[in-house]
């Protein structure tokens, strides 16, 4: 059964660093489309990067050039590193997997992710002013 665990969020102050982590319990995370999505309370489920399996990346606009994501093949695991940090950024954060075409990957699932692609159980940041 394929399993997504984050971890690595916690609270931080704003202009603060963290580094997200997912581990798969399968080695989905070679093939599939990985991606990290965010909800803030109140608001829509967001999508924030993309990272396909031939290493594209697709950026949003919130966290281009702040965010970096980057997976380790060889432990199953997707990270989400996120440097300064702004009390907007303050949701939890969601890694989520799906087998798609790379052109989906890099466009259609940040804004129409499938309900029943694999989504881990998140990790909350909170980033006070």
């Known amino acids: 059964q394929i399993q997504l665990v984050e971890s690595g969020g916690g609270s931080v102050q704003t202009g603060g660093s963290l580094r997200l982590s997912c581990k798969s319990s399968?080695?989905?995370?070679?093939?599939?489309?990985m991606a990290w999505f965010r909800q803030a309370p109140g608001k829509q489920r967001e999508g924030v990067v993309t990272?396909?399996?031939?290493?594209?990346?697709t950026y949003t606009a919130s966290a281009k050039d702040r965010f970096t994501i980057s997976k380790d093949n060889a432990k199953y695991t997707l990270y989400l590193q996120m440097n300064s940090l702004k009390p907007e950024d303050t949701a939890m954060y969601y890694c989520?997997?799906?087998?798609?075409?790379?052109?989906?990957?890099?466009?259609?699932?940040?804004?129409?992710?499938?309900?029943?692609?694999?989504w881990g159980q998140g990790t909350q940041v909170t980033v006070s002013s």
């Open positions: 990272l396909d399996s031939d290493g594209t990346t």
């Open positions: 989520a997997a799906d087998l798609v075409t790379l052109a989906w990957c890099s466009g259609g699932f940040l804004r129409w992710p499938r309900d029943d692609a694999y």
């Open positions: 399968t080695d989905i995370i070679l093939n599939y489309c």
